[in-house]
């Protein structure tokens, strides 16, 4: 496993780019381009790019630093990535621009536990998790 390092493109919400190299983030799942989401006061919104944005704010120009952990079913390197020392992956959990992917990980439960304690991002409205929207998606394209 190897580590990729350089300044980083966002893609999405979970997935960014490096010198050529499309990286999906460990451990989370953000909401997609297209799904709905819903404020506090029940208001549509774009979930899905707010947290794109949020991680290129994040990120700006700072150099990225992943640690490749696998590779997922679409030929993309999963893998756990830092900027200026913080962990990316729990910074879009705790900040609610992201689920912890249960499936493939339990690295950020907690952190998605006190977003939601703390009604953050997604949590101050609501949405469904990612993976149950895409399957939806998949259900209705048939």
Known sequence: MADIVGRASVIDGDTIEIQGQRIRLHGVDAPEKGQPCFDAANQ???????????????????????????????GRTVAA??????????????????????????????????????????????TQAPWEWRKEQRHSAR
């Not at 949020?54 to 696998?70: F, N, T």
């Open 44 to 74: 549509p919104y774009r979930c899905g790019q707010n947290a794109a944005v949020a991680l290129d704010e994040l990120i700006g120009q700072s150099p990225v630093s992943c640690r490749e952990k696998d590779v997922d079913r679409y």
């Open 81 to 126: 990535c830092r900027v200026r020392g913080e962990d990316v992956g729990l910074w879009l959990v705790r900040s609610g621009n992201a689920f912890a992917y249960r499936r493939y990980s339990s690295d950020y439960i907690g952190a998605e536990q006190e977003a939601k304690n703390n009604r953050r991002g997604v949590w101050a409205g609501h």
